[in-house]
């Protein structure tokens, strides 16, 4: 501080430690900002990876109760001997979303362009 070491502070001294305070003020508030910054994007991101893993969760769930879902369909069909179709066991009705008996022809593929 004292630059010419006569044991008082000149103006030009305390001009000097002034500035020199306003950068450390300066440079403090650039740093405070830039903090708050990172903490918006890691409150951001925490929240992103909360989210992922409720919707980690939930698929876990939903894989669970297919698999109890399967489980309790293979206990109530059975595959009929006589046409190997997918039947209900209490009423050997044919258990299926499409009809049975649907057949169509593919056209050959031509190897001329």
């Given at each position: 501080m004292?630059?010419?070491?006569?044991?008082?502070?000149?103006?030009?001294?305390?001009?000097?430690?002034?500035?020199?305070?306003?950068?450390?003020?300066?440079?403090?508030?650039?740093?405070m900002?830039?903090f708050?910054?990172?903490h918006?994007?890691?409150?951001?991101?925490?929240?992103?990876?909360?989210?992922?893993v409720?919707?980690?969760?939930?698929?876990?769930?939903?894989?669970?109760?297919?698999?109890?879902?399967?489980?309790?369909?293979?206990?109530?069909?059975s595959?009929?001997?006589?046409?190997?179709?997918?039947?209900?066991?209490?009423?050997?009705?044919?258990?299926?979303?499409?009809n049975?008996n649907?057949?169509?022809?593919?056209?050959?593929?031509?190897?001329?362009?």
């Amino acid at each position: 501080m004292d630059k010419d070491n006569d044991g008082q502070l000149g103006l030009n001294e305390m001009y000097a430690v002034m500035k020199s305070f306003q950068e450390e003020q300066r440079k403090s508030h650039e740093f405070m900002v830039n903090f708050e910054k990172e903490h918006k994007k890691a409150v951001h991101l925490k929240y992103g990876v909360v989210g992922l893993v409720i919707f980690a969760v939930l698929l876990s769930v939903a894989n669970i109760g297919t698999a109890f879902v399967a489980a309790s369909l293979a206990k109530d069909t059975s595959i009929s001997s006589y046409s190997g179709d997918l039947v209900n066991k209490d009423t050997n009705v044919r258990v299926g979303t499409t009809n049975k008996n649907i057949e169509f022809t593919a056209q050959p593929i031509s190897e001329e362009v």
